[in-house]
């Protein structure tokens, strides 16, 4: 069976944008692939972050993993921390990639120039690196992730190259980004040319909003002048995020949308309509995850993963640790 892993780094709350572009499309893989999902918490401390909000944080993502339709029977949910083998191919691989390409990755640059210099942390430049460990480790097939995720896997699918070539064997296996056909760059509400991201409140809908937020946030959300719902992404951007996120949860094309509302030319109606998709998904998923956030369910979820995961990484760790040299023995 082809496997499949992706994860979600636990800074801060989850937005639409992570439930379009990555949540809603892991449970699409359990059924036919041997699915991991994990929580990327040693990524969440790359930048400085309140313990108790990393923790809480950590909760949450589990529990909306629940909501989201992951079935424990199918996919391992797990924590990255709680498999030690993260750590140990990290310090292994980190001598496989140099410093030119991991300083030409966009997420670092975007993240460090808003940093002093001098206080630019080790691990925040070396995150691919972790996250080629985190990929490599259960020798994944597919991906999935959201638009800004691919040049990470990118860089990954680069080390297996290099590195098989290196041992002159199939060592890695070479793993493959996916991302969602429709929804994988949702843009922030209020600025409709910048990514959402979770650091937004006002152009973010979070996953806890409440619903009558989440409409408000939708219906002041920023558009251009005129009236027409059309997919132009340069000329009407705030429009097209609006479409886009529509076709996503309805599960069809940006086309299919827009023949849709061909007849609608009133920006004021056109949102209502989206208002009232995003709350027809939304809120029952919030129900599901209040239901499962609760210490009992969350410690048994991690605790069944944190067993299957660490059985899959520890063997592909060994193999690894053989093959460039180390001493393996009993
Ligand atoms: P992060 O919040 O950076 O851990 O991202 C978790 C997943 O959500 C990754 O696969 C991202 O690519 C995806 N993601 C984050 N923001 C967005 C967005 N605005 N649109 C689509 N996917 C996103
Ligand atoms: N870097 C990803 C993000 O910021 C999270 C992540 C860490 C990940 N390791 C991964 C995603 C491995 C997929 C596979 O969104």
Redesign the pocket.
Known sequence: MKRS?????PTGNLTLGNYIG?LREFKKYQDEYENYVFI?DL?ALTLPIDPAFLRSNTKDIVAFYLASGLDINKTTIFLQSDVSAHSELNSILINYLYMGELSRMTQFKDKSAKLNHEAIGVGLFA?PV??AA??LLYNADV?P??E??QQ?VELTRDLVHRFNTRYNKEVFVMPKAITPKVGARIMSLSDPTKKMSKSDPKGDIFLKDEPNIIRKKIMSAVTDTGSDIIYDPVNKPGISNLLQIYAALSDISIEEAQTKFKDIHQYGEFKKIVADKVLEEIIPFQERYKAFLNNNTINEVLNIGKERARKVANKTLTKIKKTVGLYVHE
């Open positions: 892993i992706s994860g979600i780094k990555a990327a990524h995150y972790l996250m985190d990929i991906v992730v959201g800004d995720q990470h």
